[in-house]
């Protein structure tokens, strides 16, 4: 149900550049059913923007998306049945997350779905610049990570593109 992106990516908040590092998530690679791996920088995103058609208009609110990131990381795994995602992994990547660079934004959990989802924003005086997404359920989990001068209204263009699954939507 929630579809997952995930990531890691250099910022430049405040005028430092800093870099989100992932855990390599061995366990769960060992134990998923699915594994979606998507490794962005800033070359690979200009050179995969060529292959979008700016007369669909879907394509073309990706392409202005896509202006000014320097990378997007994608982490995804699936599960045939229940799995503990490892603590440590996640304590790793979230002690990266830490003001005053990083702001938790949206946290939601759900009882019902045993379901976290977490957004982190890095931003300056004028721009988002980094935006990380987690998202755990019990058969799922998935990181992303966006990082560049993030149109924060556009965003929602890269959705279903270059491996950006759609995000999730409360209820």
């Not at 769960?28 to 050179?47: H, I, K, P, T």
């Not at 304590?91 to 019902?112: G, I, K």
């Not at 989990?141 to 149109?151: K, N, W």
Request: overall charge negative; charged content about 20%.
């Amino acid at each position: 149900m929630l579809c997952a992106a995930c990531a890691a990516a250099c910022l430049a908040a405040v005028g430092v550049a800093a870099e989100l590092r992932l855990p390599a998530f061995d366990s769960l690679r060992a134990n998923a059913s699915d594994s979606v791996v998507v490794s962005l920088d800033e070359g690979m995103l200009r050179m995969a923007a060529q292959f979008l058609d700016p007369s669909n208009p879907e394509d073309a609110n990706a392409q202005a998306a896509i202006r000014g990131l320097k990378s997007i990381y994608v982490r995804s795994f699936s599960f045939k049945k229940p799995y503990q995602v490892p603590s440590a992994e996640i304590a790793a990547l979230r002690s990266q997350l830490a003001a005053p660079r990083w702001q938790r934004v949206v946290q939601t959990h759900s009882e019902t779905d045993h379901s976290d989802v977490d957004i982190y924003l890095a931003a300056d005086d004028k721009q988002a610049q980094g935006l990380v997404i987690i998202v755990t359920e019990p058969r799922e989990f998935t990181v992303a990570s966006i990082s560049g001068a993030i149109d924060l209204a556009r965003l929602h263009g890269l959705e279903g593109h270059l491996g950006v699954p759609r995000l999730p939507v409360t209820k």
